[in-house]
């Protein structure tokens, strides 16, 4: 039963909200600055209400800062390093919006107009997007301990990318033409450093992420059947190869096997002959825990890093003949690789599962944008032999 009081103009209720488990002893729960007793009064039923059906959520002055910092440390103890540093990135911008507010006291509105704030100042759309995403698992938690009665985030829109329609070249991630690849891996060939050649032409070819293409180890490549099996990735979050990590793919579709070319098959066993020798002068140094295939320079058997990849591709690019106006990244060999599949006629399904996807938005518009291509190609031609130009 509520015990409702006056305190000076106000009104205030006290509530028993059962045993508490540390004391043994009954919690009660009490909030005041009623106008009135009739007011005090619903309130009071409508916590009772809520602690009989296991709802009430206690009045807490913990900070968003204070939650949220406890949220990312036990995000980060079942997450990627890659993945806790990009929720960190979004959650900093939170902070600064939000940092100093109890949690409690931050409704929809005041969220609406933090995003909205983010926008003004010119932050990417997809910069906003992350933002939401991490304020979404931070309600949820909240919820889920009781320290939020409701989800301030829950029915926000945030901004929207404008939709691109699907097949047309806006928007369309950088690929290489044929004759641009075959330069660039020419250029590699010819003044390539160590493993460079052997590298760029394993994700020209296959269309590997490029974290996992440096988590390969030998007994991953059969270069008597040319396969090669993708089962785990490489990463560095701290930028240094000894501090690798290795983790399962990205999804599992990503786990596969991919046919190599004889050609290929023949630039890595050119690799692996001076990769054998390497292993044998530095023996005493070589990382003892995997076979990498793609090792860096110095630091003997350890893995060759993603930022170490992108200097070798600036210095590959500034040594052509004829400039390529596409900046290159180990990105861009996966996105050429999938439409030069698409212009070779391999159906669109075929291209996912070798790439290891199973449903990709930025596959399809490439995919769409080189057929749309072909048969405008189609078209010409059979327009051509029907008014007997080419008879």
């Known amino acids: 039963m509520a015990s409702i009081e006056k305190r000076g103009k106000c009104w205030r209720y006290r509530i028993q909200a059962g045993i508490d488990p540390q004391t043994g002893k009954y919690k009660q729960v009490s909030r005041s600055g009623f106008p009135t007793k009739r007011a005090a009064q619903l309130a009071a039923h409508e916590a009772e209400l809520a602690i009989s059906k296991g709802t009430y959520v206690p009045t807490s002055r913990t900070t968003f800062a204070a939650f949220a910092a406890d949220w990312l440390r036990a995000y980060a103890l079942h997450a990627k390093p890659s993945s806790v540093r990009i929720r960190s990135q979004s959650l900093s911008l939170l902070l600064e919006c939000l940092g100093k507010l109890p949690l409690q006291r931050i409704t929809t509105p005041l969220y609406e107009q933090c995003l909205h704030n983010l926008q003004q100042a010119g932050f990417a759309i997809n910069t906003i997007l992350g933002v939401h995403s991490v304020m979404r698992m931070v309600c949820k938690r909240a919820m889920q301990l009781h320290v939020l009665a409701a989800d301030p985030s829950e029915y926000v829109r945030p901004p929207r990318q404008p939709a691109t329609p699907i097949g047309d070249a806006d928007g369309l991630p950088r690929f290489l033409e044929r004759d641009e690849l075959q330069?660039?891996?020419?250029?590699?060939?010819?003044?390539?450093?160590?493993?460079?050649?052997?590298?760029?032409?394993?994700?020209?070819?296959?269309?590997?992420?490029?974290?996992?293409?440096?988590?390969?180890?030998?007994?991953?490549?059969?270069?008597?059947?040319?396969?090669?099996?993708?089962?785990?990735?490489?990463?560095?979050?701290?930028?240094?190869?000894?501090?690798?990590?290795?983790?399962?793919?990205?999804?599992?579709?990503?786990?596969?096997?991919?046919?190599?070319?004889?050609?290929?098959?023949?630039?890595?066993?050119?690799?692996?002959?001076?990769?054998?020798?390497?292993?044998?002068?530095?023996?005493?140094?070589?990382?003892?825990?995997?076979?990498?295939?793609?090792?860096?320079?110095?630091?003997?058997?350890?893995?060759?890093?993603?930022?170490?990849?992108?200097?070798?591709?600036?210095?590959?690019?500034?040594?052509?003949?004829?400039?390529?106006?596409?900046?290159?990244?180990?990105?861009?060999?996966?996105?050429?690789?999938?439409?030069?599949?698409?212009?070779?006629?391999?159906?669109?399904?075929?291209?996912?599962?070798?790439?290891?996807?199973?449903?990709?938005?930025?596959?399809?518009r490439v995919y769409l944008h080189i057929t749309k291509e072909r048969k405008h190609a189609a078209s010409r031609v059979f327009d051509d032999y029907m008014t007997g130009e080419s008879l």
């Open 183 to 364: 330069r660039f891996l020419t250029a590699a060939r010819q003044h390539g450093l160590r493993c460079d050649y052997a590298l760029f032409s394993l994700l020209a070819f296959t269309g590997m992420r490029i974290g996992e293409a440096l988590a390969l180890c030998w007994d991953d490549i059969d270069l008597h059947s040319g396969m090669v099996s993708i089962t785990k990735t490489l990463a560095c979050p701290s930028g240094r190869a000894r501090d690798y990590k290795l983790y399962t793919p990205k999804t599992v579709s990503s786990r596969r096997t991919v046919d190599i070319s004889p050609d290929v098959c023949a630039v890595l066993r050119s690799w692996r002959s001076r990769w054998l020798i390497e292993k044998a002068r530095h023996a005493d140094d070589w990382c003892p825990e995997h076979d990498f295939v793609f090792t860096a320079a110095t630091l003997y058997g350890y893995p060759f890093i993603h930022s170490n990849v992108q200097h070798h591709i600036n210095r590959i690019a500034a040594l052509l003949d004829q400039p390529i106006a596409t900046r290159i990244t180990p990105h861009v060999f996966r996105h050429t690789h999938i439409s030069l599949l698409a212009a070779a006629g391999v159906p669109l399904h075929e291209i996912m599962e070798r790439v290891g996807q199973i449903d990709d938005s930025t596959t399809k």
